[in-house]
């Protein structure tokens, strides 16, 4: 059996979906459970549905949400024919009413709560609507809301698995509906409480809803479909010269999403690394590509792999009485850290303050300014850029630096790290 998650963008619009569809039927005669995300731009939409809402907007929320079912219902009357479009909507409806019944409240817990409540929806349409389509193709599949399997805790927007449950439930559901269906559809990202209350896993959840299934299930492989032919080892619209890794290690994938690339998060890699499960990065627009496997293989032989985070905030904080920047102090920062919800991207120690660089989150960084400021002189500087570059060569370095202002620089065997002026 075989774990595919689709992304927002291999379903966009109706040619996607029919694309989506025939990658699917490529695999004719095998076991798929296929994690869907939310078609397009749905949860940004439903992102500003849950913003008015929360800021007491009602009927701004109710046209922004009309306007998401408008979407969805035209996507199955264009892509799902007669026989079949009227059941589709059908099904739906629930989703529809179920936000809209909330809607029609009025906010009395957190944003955090609201939001997972109204943004789920998303994925529930996308993959529904997917479903009904390769049903319709007379493939045998079948739809699951994974909200019935996949047990969370109510620390909404960034929910925890409750891998007893979930590992008992998905186990028994999905081996007994692939006793009658060779594809099962379900939904990446979501989840629910013992209260039945729809959470999100944060970051990169449908990625990882598909790894915990892959865990559970022993599955033989996860694909992650994407709109590139592998992963690759820059951003080409920086870096016309980049090129695409075949093979890299789960560690290799971890060292790089911690330094900021937009590959894999790590919490989507640990599962699969336990069983020793490959993950493919693969093309939906070329599927006979190669694209990308990540596995136990240790990597050998990489390019240099750059990572560029532009906005970014260098943070100088220095102790009022000269006293050293350790122990007690350094705790302190430390706690403001959490308490500011911010994750320093680079850090160097002096002898009386600490440097650190931030992604600039306006609101955040001056919530930590302010506070800080009580213990510590505080000064910043934005509009910086953080460039890191792994595997990197001497001979190659002045080229990425090349007419840049050098602000803080690390280097280790493997890895070099410059906060520049742009």
Same mark, same amino acid.
């Given at each position: 059996m075989k774990i595919f998650k689709f992304g927002?963008? @291999?379903?966009?619009?109706?040619?996607?979906?029919?694309?989506?569809?025939?990658?699917?039927?490529?695999?004719?005669?095998?076991?798929?459970?296929?994690?869907?995300?939310?078609?397009?731009?749905?949860?940004?939409?439903?992102e500003e549905v849950a913003e008015s809402f929360f800021n007491n907007n009602k009927e701004t929320a109710l046209k922004k949400f009309e306007l998401i079912k408008e979407s969805h219902n035209s996507t199955v009357e @264009?892509?799902?024919?007669? /026989?079949? @479009?009227?059941?589709?909507?059908?099904?739906?409806?629930p989703f529809f009413t179920e936000t809209e019944w909330l809607l029609h409240d009025s906010p009395v817990r957190s944003y955090d709560y609201y939001y997972d409540q109204i943004v789920c929806c998303g994925e529930l349409m996308s993959s529904s609507?997917?479903?009904?389509?390769?049903?319709?193709?007379?493939?045998?599949?079948?739809?699951?809301?994974?909200?019935? &399997?996949?047990?969370?805790?109510?620390?909404?927007?960034?929910?925890?698995? /409750?891998w007893?449950?979930?590992?008992?439930?998905?186990?028994?559901?999905?081996?007994? &509906?692939?006793?009658?269906?060779?594809?099962?559809?379900?939904?990446?990202?979501?989840?629910?409480?013992?209260?039945?209350?729809?959470?999100?896993?944060g970051r990169e959840?449908?990625?990882?809803?598909?790894? !915990?299934?892959?865990?559970?299930?022993?599955?033989?492989?996860?694909?992650?479909?994407?709109? !590139? /032919?592998?992963?690759?080892?820059?951003?080409?619209?920086?870096?016309?010269?980049?090129?695409?890794?075949?093979?890299?290690?789960? &560690?290799?994938?971890?060292?790089?999403?911690?330094?900021g690339a937009q590959v894999i998060h790590p919490k989507t890699i640990k599962p699969l690394q336990n069983k020793n499960i490959p993950l493919l990065v693969k093309s939906f627009i070329n599927p006979s590509l190669q694209g990308t496997t990540i596995s136990n293989t240790v990597s050998k032989s990489l390019p240099p792999i750059v990572v560029h985070k532009e906005k970014q905030v260098l943070m100088s904080f220095k102790s009022k009485d000269f006293s050293f920047i350790e122990d007690k102090p350094a705790e302190m920062l430390q706690q403001l850290f959490s308490k500011t919800r911010v994750k320093p991207n680079l850090t160097q120690h002096t002898a009386i303050s600490?440097?650190?660089?931030f992604d600039y989150h306006p609101e955040k960084i001056e919530q930590l300014a302010l506070e800080a400021e009580n213990m510590f002189d505080v000064q910043l500087e934005n509009g910086l850029e953080l460039l890191t570059i792994r595997h990197?060569?001497?001979?190659? &370095?002045?080229?990425?630096?090349?007419?840049?202002i050098i602000l803080l620089e690390q280097k280790t065997t493997e890895t070099v790290q410059f906060l520049m002026r742009m």
């Amino acid at each position: 059996m075989k774990i595919f998650k689709f992304g927002g963008a @291999s379903i966009n619009n109706i040619e996607r979906y029919i694309n989506t569809g025939n990658v699917i039927k490529s695999f004719s005669g095998e076991k798929l459970l296929i994690v869907v995300s939310a078609m397009g731009k749905t949860t940004n939409a439903l992102e500003e549905v849950a913003e008015s809402f929360f800021n007491n907007n009602k009927e701004t929320a109710l046209k922004k949400f009309e306007l998401i079912k408008e979407s969805h219902n035209s996507t199955v009357e @264009s892509l799902i024919n007669p /026989d079949y @479009s009227s059941a589709t909507k059908e099904k739906l409806k629930p989703f529809f009413t179920e936000t809209e019944w909330l809607l029609h409240d009025s906010p009395v817990r957190s944003y955090d709560y609201y939001y997972d409540q109204i943004v789920c929806c998303g994925e529930l349409m996308s993959s529904s609507i997917l479903c009904s389509h390769l049903q319709q193709s007379k493939l045998s599949a079948t739809w699951v809301d994974v909200r019935d &399997l996949l047990r969370t805790d109510d620390n909404f927007r960034d929910a925890g698995i /409750d891998w007893e449950y979930s590992k008992d439930k998905i186990g028994e559901t999905i081996i007994s &509906l692939f006793k009658h269906h060779d594809i099962i559809v379900t939904q990446g990202f979501i989840g629910a409480t013992d209260q039945n209350e729809s959470t999100t896993l944060g970051r990169e959840g449908s990625d990882y809803t598909a790894a !915990v299934f892959a865990h559970i299930l022993n599955a033989e492989s996860v694909t992650i479909w994407k709109d !590139v /032919d592998a992963v690759m080892s820059a951003d080409p619209k920086k870096y016309p010269d980049a090129t695409n890794i075949t093979l890299l290690s789960y &560690l290799e994938v971890i060292e790089m999403a911690y330094y900021g690339a937009q590959v894999i998060h790590p919490k989507t890699i640990k599962p699969l690394q336990n069983k020793n499960i490959p993950l493919l990065v693969k093309s939906f627009i070329n599927p006979s590509l190669q694209g990308t496997t990540i596995s136990n293989t240790v990597s050998k032989s990489l390019p240099p792999i750059v990572v560029h985070k532009e906005k970014q905030v260098l943070m100088s904080f220095k102790s009022k009485d000269f006293s050293f920047i350790e122990d007690k102090p350094a705790e302190m920062l430390q706690q403001l850290f959490s308490k500011t919800r911010v994750k320093p991207n680079l850090t160097q120690h002096t002898a009386i303050s600490l440097l650190c660089c931030f992604d600039y989150h306006p609101e955040k960084i001056e919530q930590l300014a302010l506070e800080a400021e009580n213990m510590f002189d505080v000064q910043l500087e934005n509009g910086l850029e953080l460039l890191t570059i792994r595997h990197y060569n001497e001979e190659s &370095l002045h080229e990425f630096i090349r007419n840049k202002i050098i602000l803080l620089e690390q280097k280790t065997t493997e890895t070099v790290q410059f906060l520049m002026r742009m």
